[in-house]
């Protein structure tokens, strides 16, 4: 016999899991509900069978983070980088980016695993590991004397971290603001759009931006992406310094402290390939 009330409780636990930026630890209510989660396996199916109903998944029902849901193919609650970065030829280093991010905020991978880390980026240190890498991918491939991953039948595609590099990473416009295409501004756009679905939490100015990672997102790094996201960069030997700036073990790259505002070439009109 369906119970009603219980009905209603696991849809209110449903609008409190639809709010990013909620967490029970700032609602009695919404806490009260994410408890009953673990203590009523009956309540917990029906959370799960109404979740279906959105072709929604439960990450998890966590003290710390709330409700964290995760999308299906058929589901219309569904985001993608098209829904927060406008312009394709922006989407791929919106991609490097929220990368980046992730790999920069767990770059061990105990981290992932351990509550009570909390990640710390900035929007500068964050171009700073794509770009490094990029140079990597580089000496390797003029090593290897070879240009993996361009086919031959399309000589126009590019890889992913020469299309990165041909973006300026800061390339100010007349009136000293950082241009809306250049890599740093792009990254502040997603870190940002992360900022604002709970995320990430804003933690200062400097470095283009610093910002901190929250329970949910660290939950879903480890549940949707896991180590095969970030097994591109940590193959690199990415280790993170006292003060945030990145670095590869394997590799003596010069300092991008004081990157050029020289206008770069603007990247090709085509899409790279990866």
């Known amino acids: 016999m369906i119970d009603f009330e219980d009905m209603a409780a696991v849809n209110r636990l449903?609008?409190?899991g639809f709010q990013p930026g909620l967490t029970p630890r700032r609602n009695a209510e919404y806490a009260a509900l994410v408890s009953r989660c673990g203590t009523d396996p009956a309540f917990a199916q029906l959370l799960h069978a109404a979740v279906?109903?959105?072709?929604?998944?439960?990450?998890?029902?966590?003290?710390?983070?709330?409700?964290?849901l995760g999308a299906t193919a058929e589901t219309q609650f569904a985001v993608s980088i098209a829904s927060h970065i406008r312009q394709p030829a922006d989407r791929p280093i919106a991609a490097l980016a929220h990368l980046a991010i992730a790999a920069l905020a767990y770059y061990r991978p105990e981290d992932?695993?351990?509550e009570a880390h909390v990640g710390r980026v900035t929007v500068r240190h964050v171009d700073e590991m794509v770009e490094q890498a990029a140079r990597e991918l580089e000496r390797c491939a003029a090593e290897a004397d070879k240009d993996d991953g361009v086919p031959v039948d399309h000589p126009d595609l590019i890889q992913l971290w020469r299309y990165y590099q041909r973006r300026n990473p800061v390339a100010p416009t007349e009136d000293a603001r950082s241009h809306s295409k250049s890599r740093r501004a792009i990254i502040k756009r997603v870190a940002e759009y992360l900022a604002d679905n709970g995320m990430l939490r804003r933690a200062g100015n400097e470095n283009g931006g610093?910002?901190?990672?929250?329970?949910?997102?660290q939950i879903q790094v480890r549940e949707l992406a896991g180590q095969q996201m970030l097994g591109e960069l940590a193959t690199l030997g990415v280790t993170v310094g006292p003060d945030g700036k990145p670095a590869f073990n394997s590799i003596n790259i010069e300092s991008?402290?004081?990157?050029?505002?020289?206008?770069?070439?603007?990247?090709?009109?085509?899409?790279p390939g990866a």
């Open 52 to 68: 279906r109903g959105f072709d929604l998944t439960v990450i998890a029902v966590s003290p710390r983070a709330g409700l964290v």
């Open 256 to 271: 991008a402290d004081t990157p050029s505002t020289e206008a770069s070439p603007d990247p090709a009109p085509t899409e």
């Open 112 to 114: 992932l695993d351990d």
């Open 14 to 16: 449903l609008a409190f």
């Open 210 to 217: 610093t910002y901190t990672t929250t329970a949910r997102y």
